[in-house]
C-alpha cells in the first residue's frame, strides 16, 4: 500500500510542470479574448468582467505575470472611457503583487499614479512616481526601463506645476530631457520626439504662468521644431501653434498671434475644441483692439464648438468673462458686464446663484482658481462703472463685496499651492486689485461721510501685505494651539532645511560637478515628497485646520486697534501703481489719504538714501558745509512728501513700509530745514521726538517657545583672517577683520548675563544648539544678501564658508522663541524685495523662526560706531525699556558723545516685530471654533457618565 502511495504522489510530481503550462496557456487565451473585446468599446463591461476572473485566478496561481496584464488590460477600458478614476478600486488587490521587481509592476503604478491625479490627491499620485523612479534606479539594469523613468519624471513635473511649483517641475521635465536625449542619439523614433515636444510644451506653460515672454515662446518653438521632425498628428500641431497664439496674446504680440490662429484655422481636420478655443483667442484679439462686434461674433463662435463638450464648461465661462470685458471696455453697458460676469461664475462655482452679496465659496479648484479670481474682479468693476452711470451708492458696496470674496478666493488658493514662489507670484498679481479696493472704500468714505469705510480700506492694505509670514507664524500658533503631535512642527522644519541645503548643492554641483547633479535631483525629489506627505497628514489629521487658518489670517482693523498703547499710532503705507497711500492708525481713530505720486516720492526717497548711505558721497562729501546742507534739504523734503501735515508728531510710531520705503530710517528725517547748523547732531531729527519701530504687516504673532529661557543671553562675535585690502569704510562685510565686535559682545554679555562665544570658540554649532532656549540673541559679524536668491543670504561665522555660515533657510526653520535678535551685522533689513511681501532679508528669516522682536540693519554698518551704539543700547534694554525706547536713547546718547553724527553710523538700526507678554491671540471665532466642540464633548461625556451612574 505504501509503494502506490508513493508512485501517485511521484506521477503527480511529474505533472505539476504541465499543468502549470496548461494553465499559463490557458491564462494567454483567455488575455487574448479581452484584447478582442477591448476593441469594440460596447464590449468594455464584458472584457472588465473577464479581466478582473483571470487576475483573481492568476494570483491564486502565482501567475504574477498575467495577474499584471489583466489589470492593465482593465486600466486600459477605464482609460478609453476617460473615467480612469474607476481604476482605483483595483489597488488594494494590486498592493500584495507591488513587491514584486517585475517591469510590469512599474506600468501599473504609473496608471495609478494617474488615476489619484486626476481627483486631486497630488501627495498619492506622486508617491506612486516617485517609487517608479527608485524601483527604476535601484533594481534595473541601466538604459532598460528609461521610457517609464521619463513618464514618471514628466508626471511629477505636471504635479508640480499645478501646484504652483514651475522651478522644480522644470527640473523635473529636463532630467526627463536629459535620459530622453541620450535614447534620440541613437533612434529618431517617432513617438519619443513627440515627447520631447510634449515636454518641450510643458515647459514652455511653466515660463508662460510666470509671465517669462521670452521663454516661453522659444520652448513653444523647440516643441514645434520637435513635432514637425516627425510630421506629426494635426491636432498635436494644432495645439502648439495654439499654445505659441496664447503667448504672444498674452504678451501684447497681436499680429503674430492672430497670423498664427488664422494658420490654424486653415489646417484641414481642425478639431472642434481646438475651432474653439481659435476663436476664443480671436476674440481676445477683436476686445483688445476694441473691435466689439467681431469679438461678440467669434466668440459666439467658440461658444457654439464648446457646447459639444459638457466637461468643459470652464472654457464657455471663460467666454462670459471675455463678454463681461468687452461690455465693460464700452463704458456704457455695465448691467451687461455685471450679466455676462454672473454668468460666466456660475460654469466656474457649482451652485451658483447671483445674490445681493457675493457668497462664494472660498475653496476653488487650482485649475479655475485664476479665472475665477478673474471673473469676480472683472464683476467688481462692471459694479463700480454701474455706479458711475446710475449713481447709486448700493453697486459700489456690491463693488466692495465682491472685492472681498475675490481677495478670500485668492488667500485660500494660495494656502492650497505648495510653493512660496508660487504664493509671492499671487501675491505680486495682487497688488493692483488691491489699490482698487482701496480706492473704492475711499470713494465710499467721502460719499457717506462714515469714517468705517477707511478702517476697511486699511484692511485691504494690511491684507496684501506679508502673507507668506503670517501664515507660517499662525500656522505654528495654531499646532500648538491645537494641541496637535508637535513632532509634525519639528518634521517641517527639518524636511524643509534639509530640501533648500539640497537645492544649494545642486546650484554649486551643476557648476563643477555634473556627475552629481542627478543624484542630487532624486535626493530633493525624495525630500519634497516628504514634505508633501506632512503637509497632507496634516490636513488629514486636523479637517478644520485649513478654516481655521482662513480665519487667522483675516485679520479685521479693531482687533489692530485694540492691542495698540494710547500713544501709539501706526502708519501703513501702501505703493500703489500711480499713487501712494498712507493710513495713520490709533486705538480710536483710522485715518487714510493719498501722499503723493509715486515716481515723485520714489525720486526723492532715492536722493535721500544717496546722502544717508553711499559710502564715496560720505567720505569725499558729507561733511563739508554744502553736503549737510543737501543733507539737510533732502530729509526735509522727504517728510513734507511722506508724512502726515499739520498735526503733531505722536510719541510712538510704528511703520509698515512699502516699496521703496522699506529701506528708509524714519528717525533721521527732519520736520524743518534749519537755516544754519555746525553738527548733524543739531539736527531737528524726529528722532528726538519719536520712537519708532517697523512690522512687516499688522496680525503677524510670534509664538513663544516657552515662558522660561534656559538663557537670558546668547552673544557670538567670531575672529576674521587678517586681509591687507580693505575698503573705504570699516563696515561689517566683505574681508574685513572686525576689531569691535568680541568688545561689543563680551561688554552685553556681562551686562545681561549669559552665555558669549568670541573669536574661535563664536562656532555655528553653538548658536544652533543654545539659541533654541535664549531670550536675547545676539549676532555681531559679518552678513551678505544674496539679491537672486534671498534664502542664501547668510552670517559668516569665520573666514571661510561652507558649514560656517548660517544662511536664511536654516534660521526661517529653526524653533525658536527669543524676545529679542540683534542682528549687528550689515544690511541684515535688506535683501530681495518682494512686492506684497517686503524684503526677503535675514531679520524676517529669524522672524519666521517665532523670534518676536529683530534689530536690523539698513546698510552696511561701521564697525567702531555699531559697538558704541549697541553697548548704549543694552544698558538702557537692561534698566527696564522696552527694545524700541532703547534704541532711541541709545541713538539720542550717541549723538551727544560722538563727533560722527551722520545718520550713517546710528540711523541703520531699526526694530522690526512685536513682543508680546502673554499667549499670542487668536481671534475669538478662531477660539470659539477650536473651544466649544471640546466643551460640548466634555459635557456629553459627564453626562453619560453621571447617566450610568444613576442606571447603576
Given at each position: 500500500m505504501l509503494v502506490q502511495i508513493l508512485r501517485f504522489v511521484c506521477l503527480l510530481l511529474l505533472l505539476i510542470p504541465s499543468l502549470n503550462s496548461l494553465a499559463q496557456e490557458s491564462f494567454r487565451q483567455r488575455l487574448e479574448i479581452v484584447e478582442e473585446l477591448l476593441d469594440d468599446e460596447n464590449k468594455f463591461d464584458e472584457a472588465i468582467h473577464l479581466a478582473e476572473r483571470i487576475a483573481q485566478e492568476a494570483g491564486e496561481a502565482d501567475s504574477i505575470e498575467v495577474v499584471l496584464i489583466a489589470y492593465q488590460d482593465i486600466a486600459y477600458a477605464w482609460s478609453v472611457r476617460r473615467k480612469l478614476t474607476e481604476f482605483l478600486p483595483y489597488e488594494k488587490q494590486m498592493l500584495p503583487f507591488f513587491k514584486e521587481n517585475h517591469p510590469d509592476v512599474l506600468e501599473l503604478m504609473i496608471i495609478l499614479g494617474n488615476a489619484y491625479r486626476q481627483i486631486g490627491e497630488l501627495y498619492k499620485a506622486d508617491l506612486y512616481y516617485q517609487r517608479v523612479i527608485q524601483r527604476v534606479k535601484n533594481s534595473f539594469p541601466k538604459k532598460e526601463k528609461d521610457n517609464i523613468n521619463i513618464s514618471a519624471l514628466v508626471n511629477r513635473g505636471v504635479i508640480l506645476a499645478q501646484v504652483g511649483d514651475?522651478?522644480?517641475a522644470r527640473v523635473n521635465y529636463r532630467y526627463a530631457l536629459d535620459i530622453l536625449e541620450e535614447i534620440l542619439l541613437k533612434s529618431k523614433d517617432r513617438a519619443l520626439l513627440n515627447l520631447k515636444a510634449s515636454i518641450y510644451t510643458n515647459i514652455g506653460q511653466s515660463y508662460f504662468e510666470e509671465g517669462k515672454k521670452d521663454l516661453s515662446i522659444s520652448h513653444y518653438h523647440k516643441s514645434l521644431e520637435s513635432r514637425k521632425l516627425v510630421?506629426?498628428?494635426p491636432d498635436r500641431l494644432i495645439r502648439d501653434y495654439l499654445n505659441l497664439a496664447s503667448a504672444y496674446l498674452e504678451f501684447g504680440d497681436l499680429q503674430e498671434a492672430e497670423e498664427i490662429i488664422q494658420k490654424v484655422l486653415s489646417i484641414e481636420g481642425v478639431g472642434?475644441?481646438?475651432?474653439?478655443?481659435?476663436?476664443?483667442f480671436l476674440g481676445e484679439i477683436y476686445l483688445t483692439r476694441q473691435e466689439w462686434e467681431n469679438s461678440h461674433r467669434v466668440l459666439d463662435s467658440a461658444g457654439h464648438y464648446y457646447e459639444n463638450f459638457p466637461g468643459r464648461k470652464s472654457y464657455i465661462g471663460r467666454l462670459w468673462q471675455m463678454r463681461g470685458r468687452s461690455f465693460l471696455a464700452q463704458g456704457q453697458s455695465s448691467r451687461k458686464a455685471i450679466e455676462a460676469y454672473q454668468e460666466a461664475l456660475s460654469f466656474f462655482i457649482d451652485n451658483y446663484e447671483p445674490k445681493e452679496n457675493t457668497d462664494l465659496p472660498r475653496n476653488p479648484s487650482l485649475e479655475n482658481g485664476r479665472f475665477l479670481f478673474e471673473t469676480l474682479t472683472g464683476l467688481a468693476r462692471a459694479w463700480k462703472q454701474s455706479f458711475q452711470q446710475g449713481q447709486n451708492q448700493t453697486d459700489l458696496i456690491q463693488a466692495y463685496e465682491t472685492y472681498q470674496v475675490a481677495l478670500q478666493t485668492i488667500d485660500s488658493l494660495r494656502m492650497e499651492l505648495k510653493s512660496r514662489s508660487a504664493k509671492y507670484f499671487w501675491g505680486e498679481n495682487l497688488h493692483e486689485v488691491i489699490e482698487e479696493s482701496i480706492q473704492l472704500c475711499l470713494e465710499l468714505e467721502s460719499l457717506s461721510g462714515d469714517e468705517t469705510w477707511n478702517a476697511k480700506a486699511y484692511e485691504f492694505s494690511n491684507a496684501g501685505k506679508a502673507f507668506t509670514l503670517k501664515e507660517k507664524l499662525m500656522k505654528r500658533i495654531l499646532i500648538r494651539f491645537k494641541k496637535t503631535n508637535q513632532n509634525l512642527l519639528f518634521i517641517e522644519t527639518e524636511v524643509e532645511q534639509s530640501l533648500a541645503r539640497l537645492q544649494k548643492e545642486l546650484i554649486l554641483a551643476e557648476k563643477d560637478d555634473p556627475e552629481k547633479v542627478a543624484s542630487l535631483r532624486t535626493k530633493i525629489l525624495e525630500v519634497r515628497q516628504t514634505l508633501w506627505a506632512w503637509q497632507d497628514s496634516l490636513r488629514a489629521g486636523n479637517p478644520d485646520f485649513n478654516q481655521l487658518l482662513s480665519s487667522s489670517l483675516d485679520i479685521k482693523a479693531g482687533q489692530i486697534q485694540t492691542k495698540l498703547e494710547p500713544d501709539q499710532v501706526i502708519w501703513d503705507y501702501f505703493w500703489g501703481k500711480n499713487e501712494v497711500y498712507r493710513f495713520g492708525v490709533s486705538r480710536d481713530k483710522i485715518e487714510a489719504q493719498k501722499i503723493g505720486k509715486v515716481e515723485k516720492i520714489e525720486e526723492a526717497v532715492d536722493t535721500f538714501m544717496t546722502c544717508l548711505r553711499n559710502p564715496q558721497w560720505i567720505k569725499e562729501f558729507a561733511f563739508s558745509q554744502e553736503g549737510k546742507g543737501v543733507f539737510a534739504n533732502t530729509s526735509a523734503k522727504l517728510f513734507r512728501l511722506i508724512c502726515p501735515q499739520g498735526e503733531n508728531l505722536p510719541p510712538k510710531v510704528e511703520i509698515v513700509a512699502d516699496g521703496p520705503l522699506v529701506r528708509l530710517p524714519f528717525s533721521c528725517l527732519i520736520e524743518d530745514e534749519p537755516s544754519s547748523y555746525s553738527d548733524y547732531s543739531e539736527l531737528p531729527f524726529l528722532l528726538y521726538k519719536t520712537e519708532f519701530k517697523y512690522a512687516y504687516g499688522k496680525g503677524l504673532e510670534s509664538t513663544k517657545k516657552s515662558d522660561h529661557f534656559s538663557t537670558?543671553?546668547?552673544?557670538?562675535?567670531?575672529?576674521?583672517?587678517?586681509n591687507e585690502v580693505l575698503q573705504k569704510l570699516d563696515v561689517r562685510y566683505g574681508p574685513n577683520t572686525l576689531k569691535y565686535n568680541k568688545k561689543e559682545v563680551a561688554s552685553a554679555s556681562k551686562l545681561m548675563g549669559g552665555n558669549?562665544?568670541?573669536g574661535a570658540e563664536a562656532l555655528k554649532d553653538s548658536f544652533l544648539k543654545y539659541a533654541p532656549e535664549a531670550r536675547i540673541l545676539h549676532l555681531a559679524m559679518h552678513g551678505y544678501i544674496d539679491e537672486h536668491r534671498p534664502q542664501y543670504s547668510k552670517l559668516a561665522f569665520g573666514t571661510e564658508g561652507g558649514a560656517k555660515d548660517l544662511f536664511g533657510y536654516e534660521v526661517s526653520n529653526l524653533v525658536l522663541g527669543a524676545e529679542m535678535v540683534v542682528l549687528s551685522a550689515c544690511e541684515t533689513a535688506l535683501?530681495?524685495?518682494?512686492?506684497?511681501?517686503?524684503?526677503?532679508s535675514m531679520a524676517r528669516y529669524f522672524r519666521e523662526a517665532g523670534c518676536q522682536e529683530v534689530l536690523m540693519t539698513l546698510w552696511s554698518i561701521d564697525d567702531k560706531a555699531t559697538s558704541q551704539l549697541l553697548e548704549r543700547f543694552f544698558e538702557y534694554y537692561k534698566e527696564g525699556n522696552s527694545a524700541s525706547l532703547a534704541l532711541k536713547k541709545a541713538k539720542e546718547s550717541y549723538l551727544e558723545e560722538r563727533d560722527l553724527g551722520h545718520p550713517f553710523y546710528w540711523a541703520a538700526f531699526v526694530l522690526v516685530g512685536e513682543k508680546h507678554e502673554?499667549?499670542?491671540?487668536?481671534?475669538?471665532?478662531?477660539?470659539?471654533a477650536i473651544v466649544l466642540p471640546i466643551l460640548l464633548g466634555a459635557f456629553v461625556f459627564f453626562r453619560n457618565k453621571l447617566g450610568s451612574k444613576q442606571t447603576g
Open positions: 514651475y522651478k522644480e510630421f506629426s498628428s472642434e475644441l481646438e475651432k474653439g478655443r481659435a476663436f476664443r537670558n543671553y546668547l552673544g557670538i562675535a567670531p575672529s576674521y583672517a587678517p558669549s562665544f568670541l535683501g530681495k524685495y518682494q512686492r506684497g511681501e517686503g524684503n526677503l502673554k499667549e499670542p491671540f487668536l481671534p475669538i471665532y478662531v477660539i470659539l
